[in-house]
């Protein structure tokens, strides 16, 4: 705990700084501070304008937004640029500090050692990823029994027969989306299951405690790992990690060029979708309570809830154990409550959502096509998964608390010596896993064909 002590303390230490020299800031902000405010909320209006529309309306509106920022800039930068510099730097520095400080290392459970641990791989994952660190090797010489992926490969076929030729453990070195196929085919038999972070982003390996950045060391799961039980989630009986998207984004990856230039695919769909001329692209969904919505923009499903709006941790899950999905609406209608936020978020073991037509998803990154009605639901404690003991072990906001009052009063707590982790922990999972049904065959992707 003295690192965590030291970071903790330089934290709070930098939080004081950044309110002081903010604090200094504002009496001398008036009325330049209200003009540059009022400047940023015009510009996100003419921003989200421009994102709508296309044409010489776009160019106006992200023009005007430009335009706009930059006289925001002025304004601030000349009330007191030097505090504001110490203010908006020691911020920054606090959050790092803070980050750091609740990232602590879980302690799993040993679980014994497989006597035939079998490692799928896939050469092209992450831009080679796998071969760069020679991760076929290194599996071999820990007692691996190794495939590699070749193009048109049933990867849930390999994993299958590796199986029923007897192997007690499977592991998978590649994107999400092969993480979800050979996750499923482990959770089925029962068997252990370790991440190696051999993909493009690895959402699946950060929030299980995977270090992204030791490749090889990941190996070391089913060698001298600790165990810990999490949930999978499955959306028309197929079985995914992270997340399902509908609508914009999901779109988005349907559309040739995408994998090339994501955030120019990305903002060309947003008028098909949101615009005045957007199609007939229509989401209606029911929860658990059974009540009917009308869907905004974008649904996104998840195994498991991600943190959103916090200032650190965002865009991860503290939990992969919840036995809950969770749900991300863009632009919800108003049987939503009102909030301030552009989008509404809520947990259930299962929803199900409609359409008049198929819907476009991105599946773990994988773009689908699915008949409706589209049903998620829920499998709890099924996957049990192996994780290296220099690694992790939890979320990188497994113990980050979910309000700023809060994180501040464990940062006290954590500089004065206490322990952040609640007892039993964030990461502890089941004691025992809970099979999956058997899956109903399904025609995989081809995993060896597009690099994550």
Same mark, same amino acid.
């Given at each position: 705990?003295?690192?965590?002590?030291?970071?903790?303390?330089?934290?709070?230490?930098?939080?004081?700084?950044?309110?002081?020299?903010?604090?200094?800031?504002?009496?001398?902000?008036?009325?330049?501070?209200?003009?540059?405010?009022?400047?940023?909320?015009?510009?996100?209006?003419?921003?989200?304008?421009?994102?709508?529309?296309?044409?010489?309306?776009?160019? =106006?509106?992200?023009?005007?937004?430009?335009?706009?920022?930059?006289?925001?800039?002025?304004?601030?930068?000349?009330?007191?640029?030097?505090?504001?510099?110490?203010a908006v730097g020691a911020a920054w520095?606090?959050?790092?500090?803070?980050?750091?400080?609740?990232?602590?290392?879980?302690?799993?459970?040993?679980?014994?050692?497989?006597?035939?641990?079998?490692?799928?791989?896939?050469?092209?994952?992450?831009?080679?990823?796998?071969?760069?660190?020679?991760?076929?090797?290194?599996?071999?010489?820990?007692?691996?029994?190794?495939?590699?992926?070749?193009?048109?490969?049933?990867?849930?076929?390999?994993?299958?027969?590796?199986? =029923?030729?007897?192997?007690?453990?499977?592991?998978?070195?590649?994107?999400?989306?092969?993480?979800?196929?050979?996750?499923?085919?482990?959770?089925?038999?029962?068997?252990?299951?370790?991440?190696?972070?051999?993909?493009?982003?690895?959402?699946?390996?950060?929030?299980?405690?995977?270090?992204?950045?030791?490749?090889?060391?990941?190996?070391?799961?089913?060698?001298?790992?600790?165990?810990?039980?999490?949930?999978?989630a499955e959306v028309n009986g197929r079985?995914?990690?992270?997340?399902?998207?509908?609508?914009?984004?999901?779109?988005?990856?349907?559309?040739?060029?995408?994998?090339?230039?994501?955030?120019?695919?990305?903002?060309?769909?947003?008028?098909?979708?949101?615009?005045?001329?957007?199609?007939?692209?229509?989401?209606?969904?029911?929860?658990?309570?059974?009540?009917?919505?009308?869907?905004?923009?974008?649904?996104?499903?998840?195994?498991?809830?991600?943190?959103?709006?916090?200032?650190?941790?965002?865009?991860?899950?503290?939990?992969?154990?919840?036995?809950?999905?969770?749900?991300?609406?863009?632009?919800?209608?108003?049987?939503?409550?009102?909030?301030?936020?552009?989008?509404?978020?809520?947990?259930?073991?299962?929803?199900?959502?409609?359409?008049?037509?198929?819907?476009?998803?991105?599946?773990?990154?994988?773009?689908?096509?699915?008949?409706?009605?589209?049903?998620?639901?829920?499998?709890?404690?099924?996957?049990?998964?192996?994780?290296?003991?220099?690694?992790?072990?939890?979320?990188?906001?497994?113990?980050?608390?979910?309000?700023?009052?809060?994180?501040?009063?464990?940062?006290?707590?954590?500089?004065?010596?206490?322990?952040?982790?609640?007892?039993?922990?964030?990461?502890?999972?089941?004691?025992?896993?809970?099979?999956?049904?058997?899956?109903?065959?399904?025609?995989?992707?081809? =995993?060896?064909?597009?690099?994550?």
């Amino acid at each position: 705990m003295a690192g965590h002590r030291l970071v903790a303390t330089a934290s709070l230490l930098l939080i004081v700084v950044a309110v002081v020299a903010a604090a200094s800031v504002v009496g001398t902000a008036f009325p330049r501070g209200l003009l540059a405010l009022l400047a940023v909320v015009l510009a996100l209006g003419a921003a989200l304008y421009g994102l709508v529309h296309r044409g010489a309306a776009r160019v =106006a509106g992200l023009g005007a937004a430009l335009a706009l920022v930059a006289a925001a800039l002025a304004l601030v930068v000349t009330i007191a640029p030097v505090r504001i510099a110490i203010a908006v730097g020691a911020a920054w520095l606090a959050l790092m500090a803070a980050r750091a400080a609740f990232r602590i290392h879980v302690a799993l459970p040993a679980g014994p050692r497989p006597r035939r641990p079998f490692l799928l791989y896939n050469p092209r994952s992450g831009g080679g990823k796998a071969e760069r660190f020679r991760v076929a090797d290194e599996a071999r010489a820990r007692g691996y029994d190794v495939v590699a992926l070749t193009p048109g490969t049933d990867l849930e076929a390999l994993a299958r027969d590796a199986v =029923a030729s007897g192997a007690d453990a499977l592991a998978m070195a590649g994107g999400d989306g092969s993480q979800a196929i050979v996750a499923a085919v482990a959770a089925e038999a029962g068997l252990p299951y370790a991440c190696i972070p051999a993909g493009t982003r690895n959402h699946f390996a950060l929030d299980l405690g995977v270090d992204r950045n030791d490749v090889v060391g990941a190996l070391d799961a089913l060698v001298d790992g600790g165990e810990r039980i999490v949930d999978l989630a499955e959306v028309n009986g197929r079985v995914f990690v992270n997340n399902v998207s509908l609508g914009l984004y999901a779109v988005a990856v349907q559309r040739e060029g995408y994998r090339d230039a994501k955030i120019r695919t990305l903002i060309d769909t947003v008028p098909d979708v949101v615009g005045p001329v957007a199609g007939a692209l229509h989401l209606d969904w029911r929860g658990a309570d059974g009540q009917a919505h009308g869907g905004g923009a974008a649904i996104l499903v998840s195994n498991n809830r991600y943190r959103l709006g916090r200032a650190i941790g965002s865009g991860t899950r503290p939990r992969l154990d919840a036995g809950l999905l969770g749900v991300v609406t863009l632009l919800p209608d108003g049987s939503r409550p009102p909030s301030a936020r552009p989008y509404a978020e809520w947990t259930t073991p299962s929803l199900e959502v409609t359409s008049g037509a198929p819907v476009a998803a991105g599946i773990d990154g994988e773009a689908v096509t699915l008949q409706t009605p589209v049903t998620f639901r829920t499998h709890p404690a099924a996957l049990r998964c192996r994780i290296a003991r220099a690694h992790p072990g939890a979320s990188p906001s497994a113990f980050e608390p979910d309000t700023a009052a809060a994180a501040v009063r464990a940062l006290v707590g954590m500089a004065v010596g206490r322990d952040p982790r609640p007892v039993g922990g964030a990461a502890g999972g089941a004691s025992a896993p809970r099979r999956l049904p058997q899956q109903p065959e399904h025609s995989a992707p081809d =995993a060896a064909g597009t690099a994550r």
